[in-house]
């Protein structure tokens, strides 16, 4: 069993739609991570979750401790969102999720 | 710099041969991550550096590979005796502590042949 679990693994929206991504875990963690990998690009960090909710433009993320779940929300998605949205937690160790391909067709 | 450097950015070697691979760490970032993704693949986790120490070495998948880090700034990679299995993109991240966001370097994309 993997210590980190996403849903789905693959995703396809229409432009416009509303996305969520699922992330859930099984080990103590210290901070979630959500990142994102374009087709051919590096990674880059979107976000880091110890408790709540944080959002940037139309990325939001929420995390509930109690749980062990975090979600990563897409408002108002477009094409240039595609791309592999990967779920890490940090505690003892570092455990990543195997990612969510999205797609968002125009 | 204003970023993580990683270099080289692509290194083409010989099944046998040892390389090195390097990561320059944003200034001031105490903790330092190495990772691996291979073709169609997750990330995979290699090492962790607080400082010059490194607290966790679990992920480094044989005694061929080492890292180090020195004054608590650049480190470096080492293969030895390389495999075509070691074949991969190697990212390298860092942050300020182990509990801030990472930033990530653009990889070097290792070819064993």
């Known amino acids: 069993k993997n210590e980190v679990e996403q849903s789905p693994q693959n995703l396809t929206a229409q432009e416009g739609e509303f996305i969520t991504i699922n992330c859930s875990y099984s080990?103590?963690?210290?901070?979630l991570h959500w990142l994102q990998q374009h087709p051919g690009g590096g990674i880059v960090s979107l976000f880091m979750l110890s408790s709540g909710k944080k959002k940037h433009g139309r990325l939001i993320a929420t995390i509930n401790i109690q749980e062990k779940h975090s979600s990563l929300h897409i408002t108002a998605s477009h094409p240039r969102d595609s791309a592999v949205y990967i779920c890490a937690v940090t505690g003892n160790q570092f455990y990543f999720g195997t990612g969510t391909s999205l797609t968002v067709i125009p | 710099g204003a970023g993580v450097s990683q270099s080289p950015s692509n290194k083409v070697t010989e099944k046998g041969k040892d390389v090195e691979l390097r990561c320059d760490p944003i200034?001031?970032?105490?903790?330092l991550y190495w990772y691996r993704q291979s073709l169609g693949q997750g990330l995979e986790f290699l090492i962790y550096f607080q400082g010059n120490s490194a607290p966790d070495k679990s992920g480094l998948p044989s005694d061929r590979f080492s890292a180090e880090r020195t004054g608590g700034s650049v480190s470096t990679l080492t293969i030895q005796r390389t495999q075509q299995e070691d074949s991969a993109v190697y990212l390298c991240?860092?942050?300020?502590?182990?509990?801030?966001?990472?930033?990530f370097g653009s990889g070097t994309r290792l070819t064993v042949v």
């Open positions: 200034s001031g970032h105490t903790a």
């Open positions: 991240a860092s942050s300020r502590d182990k509990n801030y966001g990472y930033t």
């Open positions: 080990v103590g963690i210290s901070a």
